[in-house]
């Protein structure tokens, strides 16, 4: 999975790049649903220079582009890594509602063929 880090208004230090490898790393477990070609284009931002501090101060905004389709999760939080936190967490939700989706789609289909075939078995 490639994984294409722009900031706004913020400096990405190698700490921080490490902290959103280590935390995004748990897509992996995933990755048989993301395919190889799956990419995270994530950005990182402060909302405001005015205020230095606050429950909004910093946002995180992330795209995966898999599955033949685009998941996006925007977080908010009082620093970098509490947005990434709540991105990670949201980014989870979204990937296996996803999953969940295509497999119920598939089984409802999978149903309807196999009543057709039941009537007209003669």
């Not at 790049?17 to 992996?28: A, D, N, R, T, V």
């Not at 429950?55 to 620093?79: C, N, P, T, W, Y």
């Not at 149903?111 to 039941?118: E, G, S, Y």
């Given at each position: 999975?490639?994984i294409?880090?722009?900031?706004?208004?913020?400096?990405?230090?190698?700490?921080v790049?490490?902290?959103?490898?280590?935390?995004?790393?748990?897509?992996?477990r995933?990755?048989?649903?993301?395919?190889?070609?799956?990419?995270?284009?994530?950005?990182?931002?402060?909302?405001?220079?005015?205020?230095?501090?606050?429950?909004?101060?910093?946002?995180?905004?992330?795209?995966?582009?898999?599955?033949?389709?685009?998941?996006?999760?925007?977080?908010?939080?009082?620093?970098?890594?509490?947005?990434?936190?709540?991105?990670?967490?949201?980014?989870s939700k979204?990937v296996?509602?996803?999953?969940?989706?295509?497999?119920t789609?598939?089984?409802?289909?999978?149903?309807?063929?196999?009543?057709?075939?039941?009537r007209?078995?003669?």
């Open positions: 999975m490639k294409n880090i722009r900031t706004v208004g913020v400096e990405l230090s190698a700490d790049e490490g902290y959103i490898h280590k935390k995004l790393s748990h897509l992996e995933f990755g048989h649903m993301l395919g190889q070609d799956a990419a995270l284009h994530l950005i990182l931002s402060k909302t405001t220079d005015h205020h230095r501090s606050g429950d909004e101060a910093f946002s995180a905004e992330i795209q995966l582009h898999a599955m033949g389709r685009v998941i996006s999760a925007k977080s908010f939080g009082q620093s970098i890594q509490a947005a990434i936190d709540g991105l990670k967490d949201e980014l979204m296996t509602g996803a999953a969940d989706k295509e497999r789609l598939a089984r409802r289909g999978a149903a309807i063929v196999k009543n057709f075939l039941r007209n078995k003669n």
